[in-house]
């Protein structure tokens, strides 16, 4: 079989929730094959889910370390080390230690303090929606501020700051925003949570940040994690919300599922729409697996998106059923490095889509389908701006 060259990538037109068809062709075919890298390099491309759940929970014979891989959907060059304070770009013993201690402060009890501000923050601009009246921007009147406000409660941002860090969230998640306009905009992030960080360190309150100013973590790995916090949970939770909610325009008989059993309905939507949809690992050692044989050196990319559409794995699985059982999907990622702000992200989707439908039962989109920007080519895939009115 010859190596695959290209990634598929590009969506059927009028599919915009599917993964690029090709890549059912693949995993069918075989769901671990030979892939050449965007930069030249020959590796490998998972699309199994059963192969996808082994890679990434094989955390001894598959590194994460950003510098050891090579990026699938782009050619980058070589990938540097990851920066202070990301999570997911290294291994043990570094991530053991990061993880312990930030593990210890996504507790059940913050988690469910925060789920009351989730409320009072979606009501609040779900205010402002109807005051404003239509049409509105989805993402920019509620899918991006409502989870930019709960990072905000989560490291502890005071509220004089939230306008401005905020924005520059905003800026740096690239919506609108120029590559100048994106670095500017990292640049002031990081100036603002070195400050943040002295005065936590100053006077500690009840916040993730707050709690783990009392650690060993330097000022510097504070200022990290704070970044990358932001990092993983604005955009992720931004786009699960606003395409989430683009799905439920598309097939809207699937809402009254969503609102009699939102637990359920969330995790078929994560499952369904899969937004971080290719994970990356390169093995450390020869491996035997789904009877090919990796030499050390080789990276794997994982098609989440591919492998939870696997028929193997779940029935009909091309099938958005809201009332079906989606757990065991990879939508967060498996095994170390799963997500670690999970139940968080779960909280804010059970929490705003269905207060958004309940709120706005005649929500719908202001443009045709075919129209909605979507996010391709992009890490986290979902929608740049949702048109939609009600009334
Ligand atoms: C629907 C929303 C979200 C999705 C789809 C998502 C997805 C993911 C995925 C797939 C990974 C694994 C990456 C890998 O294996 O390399 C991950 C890791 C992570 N996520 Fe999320 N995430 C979401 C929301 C959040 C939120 C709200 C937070 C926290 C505020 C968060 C914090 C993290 C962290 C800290 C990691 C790194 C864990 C580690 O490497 O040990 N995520 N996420």
Redesign the pocket.
């Known amino acids: 079989m010859n190596p695959l060259t290209d990634l598929p990538s590009t969506r059927a037109a009028g599919c915009p929730f599917d993964p690029p068809p090709e890549l059912a062709a693949i995993r069918e075919e075989a769901p671990i094959r030979r892939f050449r890298f965007p930069d030249g390099h020959l590796g490998w491309l998972v699309t199994g889910h059963e192969l996808a759940r082994a890679v990434?929970a094989d955390h001894t014979r598959f590194s994460?370390r950003y510098e050891l891989m090579h990026y699938p959907l782009a050619d980058l060059g070589p990938m540097p080390p990851a920066p202070v304070g990301d999570?997911?770009g290294i291994d043990a013993p570094e991530?053991t230690r990061y993880?312990k201690l930030?593990a210890g402060k996504f507790t059940v009890r913050r988690m469910n303090q925060l789920a009351e501000r989730v409320e009072e923050i979606t009501a609040e601009h779900l205010d402002a929606m109807e005051r404003l009246g239509p049409p509105a921007d989805l993402v920019s009147a509620f899918a991006q501020p409502v989870?930019a406000l709960v990072?905000c409660e989560?490291l502890g941002v005071p509220y004089a700051d939230r306008e401005t860090f905020q924005r520059h969230a905003v800026a740096l998640s690239g919506i609108g925003a120029t590559v100048e306009e994106q670095s500017a905009a990292f640049g002031a992030l990081q100036d603002y949570l070195r400050r943040l960080v002295e005065a936590k360190r100053a006077t500690p309150g009840d916040d993730v940040l707050g709690d783990l100013a009392g650690s060993d973590l330097s000022d510097e790995e504070l200022a990290g994690i704070g970044a990358?916090?932001l990092g993983?949970?604005l955009d992720?939770?931004a786009n699960?919300i606003a395409l989430g909610a683009f799905a439920l325009f598309t097939w809207p008989e699937q809402v009254e599922a969503l609102l009699a059993d939102p637990a359920r309905g969330v995790e078929e939507l994560?499952r369904y729409l899969t937004?971080?949809h290719t994970?990356a690992r390169s093995a450390v050692e020869d491996v035997e697996l789904g009877g090919v044989r990796l030499a050390a050196g080789e990276s794997v990319a994982l098609s989440?998106q591919a492998a939870n559409r696997d028929p193997a794995r779940f029935a009909d699985p091309d099938r958005l059923d809201l009332r079906r059982e989606a757990t065991g999907h990879l939508?967060?990622?498996h095994g170390?490095?799963?997500?670690?702000?999970?139940q968080?992200?779960r909280i804010?989707?059970r929490i705003a889509l269905p207060a958004l439908f309940r709120r706005l039962p005649d929500l719908r989109l202001a443009v045709p389908a075919a129209e909605v920007p979507m996010r391709d080519g992009m890490d986290v895939y979902g929608v740049h701006r949702l048109p939609v009115r009600w009334g």
């Open positions: 990434a994460s999570l997911t991530h993880r930030l989870p990072i989560l990358f916090l993983a949970g992720t939770t699960m994560l937004i971080a994970g989440m939508a967060f990622g170390v490095h799963q997500c670690l702000g999970q968080l992200a804010e989707l």
